[in-house]
């Protein structure tokens, strides 16, 4: 009796379809590609720049706002404890007496002299004797001195500075009535220089036009009065002489 024996045939898997894959991983590649991300923008140079002076300008606005406020308000606050000096007044009168100028002048002071001022202006009268006799005459000598720190002009003619003799308030006689120079001489004088002139009294009276034939002055006691006339003003000085 002959047995049969069935033999099965293993059964045969199906073959993978062309470019497929039956692995469960993923290729390195594919991985990389899922996962990576593009990272932050960096800023353009422009921005950068914008951003440094946007920065720079708040920082001057902030320094300059605290310079306002210590200029505003710290600096009178410290300064008010600290009055300014003013001059010193004269009780007696109640007058503010000028105090003298110190100090050495510019060079634009030294360059552009102007007219002399009375203060700066000195005069110095001198008669020849303290007293004469009637109809005798009397010398004078003047002298003019810029006492100022600068040059100035000065007007030294017969226009500006005058000799006059006086009896009491009455005028005996002045160089303005017998001129002996002309009527106007400007001078430059420097910081310490002088100009000196010379008169005569005739030792008679004056009038306008120095018309001949005038009185002799008696005796009696007279003052010399020499004037001189500046920019600022006048400025005289006198002298008394007697006549016998």
């Known amino acids: 009796m002959s ?3 069935r033999g099965r045939s293993p059964r045969q898997r199906p073959a993978p379809a062309a470019g497929s894959s039956r692995s469960g991983r993923r290729s390195p590649s594919a991985k990389s590609q899922s996962t990576a991300r593009p990272g932050p923008r960096r800023p353009s140079r422009g921005t950068y720049l914008r951003r440094r002076l946007v ?11 605290i310079a306002f406020g210590v200029t505003r308000f710290l600096l009178p606050a410290l300064t008010a404890g600290d009055p300014t000096p003013s ?20 060079e634009e002071a030294l360059s552009n002299p102007v007219g002399c001022l009375p ?12 007293s004469t006799a009637a109809g005798a005459g009397l010398g004078v000598a003047v002298e003019i001195v810029n006492t100022g720190q600068v040059q100035c002009l000065l007007d030294v003619g017969a226009g500006a500075l005058t000799l006059d003799v006086y009896s009491g308030e009455d ?25 000196s002139a010379s008169y ?8 306008a036009g120095c018309p001949g034939g005038q009185p002799v002055a008696g005796a009696g006691t007279y003052r010399l009065v020499l004037g001189l006339t500046t920019d ?7 002298q008394a002489f007697t006549v016998s």
């Open 171 to 195: 005028r005996v006689w002045s160089t303005t009535d017998c001129p002996a120079a002309a009527a106007a001489l400007p001078v430059l004088l420097d910081s310490g220089a002088g100009e």
């Open 200 to 207: 005569t009294w005739p030792g008679t009276r004056s009038a």
């Open 119 to 130: 203060a700066a202006v000195g005069l110095t009268l001198t008669p020849a004797a303290a």
């Open 87 to 106: 001059a010193s007044t004269d009780p007696a009168d109640g007058t503010t007496p000028i105090e003298p100028s110190s100090g050495t002048p510019d």
């Open 232 to 238: 600022g003003g006048p400025v005289t000085t006198e």
């Open 55 to 65: 920065v720079l300008v708040l920082a001057a606005a902030v320094i300059g706002g």
């Open 3 to 5: 047995t049969q024996t």
